[in-house]
């Protein structure tokens, strides 16, 4: 670092948890030479509920609803995974109906979550207009939840061996039109960001994440695929019928905030042709598969991850052959990808904090669980 | 509305169908065995003592002191460059009380395998920060909630808990209620958290 | 050059603004006015519970069988009843259910047998107190009663 002439010492900076653009109870303590971070510290815990715990306490069926509120922007990914783990370790699989149903409202669940991340990244950076306009759109989903399971953010949606509640009538007019104008709302989305300076100058370079360092990190999802790995479990490891569906991994090469803004675009995109795609897929069947009323999986243990809209999610859960889960881990991508904040906050200016906080898109409830 | 598919209830005793065959009392592990495992055979001839397979995902039970070695192993001679997670289980009856799992991902292979060890309560095993990144905050987690020390670890303390509680919340001899008294009284000023 | 001439004539601020201004015709203001507007409620959704009667005989429907207090993560719900004699039935006595803890996951209702209990449309659950939010057999029958305002 370059002597100032003044006799500069190192400044500690608290930063949150109380902070709009933390996302939630997050706080980071910076070391700063001036405005340059020398390093940071995240000190995380305050939304601790013990999730893990509260799963040994509980019978597989009662944990599912649970397994929301971890990341509660993305709810329906979250009881996609846990359903799969179970499901995985009784050795049954969802019947196809319901295995389309499921990819329908994840994909649409990972819209959601990526138009809340753009509207509260885009705010944090001063951008107000678009998180008005993709609320307006996440509205829609957030509506044919409420149709479809009776809840909006929490949803419970998913049952360990397939469904609860059959689609409703009119469900898939209502997809599809949401798919119709999803599109063109991207594109406003994208005139308003893309091509905006302050979006560009704040966001280019800003939180350089290499593909080496992403898996040192074990960071996934947007940000590695950001950093030019072409990696997606629903590709690599498909699960729930992925590997019918045709579509693309976005990635892109600087590993940077904007690429990652650019790939989490993208990836909307892509949602859209998948749901268009399952919605064709959809037929007459069963909705669950054989399960015993009492969920009792034999002695063992299984690890099942998926492609959450931050990364990957997965889930290991140990069964004694009991009633109630032996130990649940959740393995939360907001949690590992915040650890890569330091690496990517060292030596940008305090500004960019919040630009590369932002840009991991991190959801307090699972970072804490 | 009346499906009761997941009612964990048991319906009355009477109505109960007859008893299921008793599922065995240990994983219905299949041994594994592949090229990778002969070279992890031969590499660690005494250190490993398991390779198995259950519902498709292989694992390898290794002693505690080779598992940096075959960590680092992994991922310089076979790939496994990404360490997805890492955590353990209690087991309070066992005389080596902790399975420590380690999650290991290839991208190059597209394959996942875990480590797993066992450790008694207080003793240390090295850490893998070296040779992983990410394991530093997941062996603090681990530390944490179970109370596993981790050597060599460069920042090793709480992470989810308050720095001064007392306990590893996630042992099994942990109560789902029980708290901190003395931390909750202090730095809360109530007298319980319930 | 390009890149220069949109600079200097902001063409991105004025992409953004159109954008903007696009939006805002009143057609596409969407303001709920509740109370004096009731918003529209999904039927499944999940909201204030109820214990069915039976639309003709007035008598519950519950058969008291404790599906749901098991079903329950929380383990919010307490039901009590007695064997009546003659019929040897379990009769219900009293039925409590904890609002303030329920996460409205639907499992009580999903486990029970007979219709008997059901997570309505009701949303306005609110209480000034907490033991307001404990309710008994009659408040679960009745529903809650929200103050209604005129205008």
């Not at chain 1, 979250?78 to 295995?99: D, H, M, T």
């Not at chain 2, 065959?21 to 003592?49: G, H």
């Amino acid at each position: 670092m370059a002597q100032t002439f003044l006799d500069s010492t190192e400044l500690v900076l608290n930063m949150g948890p109380q902070h709009p653009s933390t996302h939630g109870v997050l706080r980071v303590i910076l070391k700063l030479d001036g405005e340059k971070v020398t390093g940071t510290e995240c000190v995380v815990g305050y939304l601790h509920r013990g999730v893990e715990k509260i799963a040994e306490n509980r019978t597989y069926a009662q944990f599912a609803p649970y397994v929301d509120r971890m990341d509660y922007v993305a709810s329906v990914s979250n009881g996609l995974g846990y359903c799969l783990a179970v499901e995985k370790l009784l050795n049954v699989e969802a019947p196809p109906r319901a295995q389309v149903v499921r990819v329908i409202l994840t994909e649409l669940n990972r819209i959601a979550s990526h138009l809340i991340w753009l509207g509260t990244h885009a705010l944090d950076l001063g951008a107000i207009t678009p998180l008005f306009y993709v609320m307006r759109e996440r509205e829609d989903i957030l509506n044919i939840y409420e149709k479809y399971c009776g809840a909006r953010l929490t949803t419970h949606a998913f049952r360990i061996g397939g469904l609860q509640y059959d689609l409703y009538d009119g469900f898939e007019e209502e997809v599809k039109r949401f798919c119709d104008i999803i599109g063109p709302r991207v594109d406003e989305y994208e005139e308003l960001l893309t091509g905006n300076r302050i979006w560009i100058a704040r966001l280019t370079n800003v939180g350089v994440l290499n593909a080496e360092d992403c898996k040192a990190y074990g960071v996934t999802g947007p940000l590695l695929r950001a950093a030019g790995v072409k990696w997606d479990l629903r590709k690599a490891q498909p699960y729930s019928g992925y590997q019918h569906y045709d579509f693309e991994i976005p990635t892109r090469a600087n590993g940077d905030s904007y690429d990652r803004y650019i790939v989490r675009v993208q990836e909307m995109r892509q949602a859209v042709r998948i749901v268009r795609q399952a919605l064709d897929r959809i037929e007459p069947g069963p909705i669950m598969a054989k399960v015993a009323k009492v969920i009792k999986p034999p002695v063992g243990e299984a690890y099942v991850s998926i492609e959450a809209p931050k990364g990957e999610l997965g889930y290991f859960v140990v069964s004694d052959g009991s009633t109630q889960p032996y130990r649940v881990r959740v393995r939360p991508p907001s949690f590992i990808n915040l650890q890569a904040v330091d690496r990517m906050a060292r030596g940008s200016l305090i500004a960019d904090v919040c630009a590369i906080i932002g840009t991991i898109d991190i959801v307090l409830g699972e970072v804490d669980r | 509305m009346a499906d009761p598919q997941n009612a964990e209830a048991k319906p009355k005793p009477a109505a109960a169908p007859p008893a299921a065959p008793k599922a065995p009392a240990s994983m219905a592990a299949t041994p594994w065995e592949d090229e990778l495992t002969r070279r992890l055979a031969e590499q660690y001839p005494d250190q490993i003592t398991e390779f198995s397979t259950y519902l498709g995902q292989s694992f390898l039970v290794a002693k505690p002191a080779a598992v940096v070695s075959i960590v680092e192993f992994l991922k310089l001679e076979a790939d496994f460059d990404y360490l997805a997670d890492l955590t353990a289980v209690d087991y309070p009856k066992r005389s080596e009380r902790f399975d420590l799992v380690y999650i290991l991902y290839s991208f190059a292979r597209n394959e996942r395998i875990r480590i797993k060890t066992r450790i008694a309560d207080g003793e240390k095993i090295e850490s893998v920060v070296g040779v992983h990144l990410t394991a530093n905050w997941l062996e603090r987690e681990v530390y944490d909630m179970f109370g596993i020390e981790f050597a060599n670890h460069p920042d090793l303390k709480r992470i989810l808990m308050p720095d001064g509680w007392e306990g590893h919340p996630l042992r099994k001899d942990y109560g789902i209620l029980q708290m901190d008294n003395r931390w909750v009284k202090e730095n809360l000023g109530i007298e319980s958290g319930q | 050059m390009r890149r220069f001439l949109r600079t200097v004539f902001l063409i991105d601020l004025i992409e953004g603004l159109w954008v903007t201004f696009r939006t805002q015709h009143p057609r596409n203001i969407c303001t709920d006015q509740y109370p004096r507007e009731r918003p529209k409620i999904a039927e499944r959704f999940r909201g204030a519970p109820r214990l069915n009667n039976h639309p003709e005989t007035g008598e519950t429907l519950c058969i008291a069988c404790n599906l749901c207090a098991i079903a329950c993560p929380e383990a919010l719900i307490v039901v009590s009843s007695e064997r009546n004699e003659k019929t040897k039935r379990k009769e219900l006595t009293d039925f409590t259910y904890d609002l303030s803890r329920c996460m409205f996951c639907g499992l009580c209702e999903d486990a029970c047998p007979v219709d008997a209990l059901e997570l309505t449309q009701d949303f306005e659950i609110a209480s000034y107190t907490r033991d307001g939010l404990i309710w008994d057999r009659k408040m679960l029958e009745e529903g809650p009663r929200p103050a209604r305002y005129k205008f």
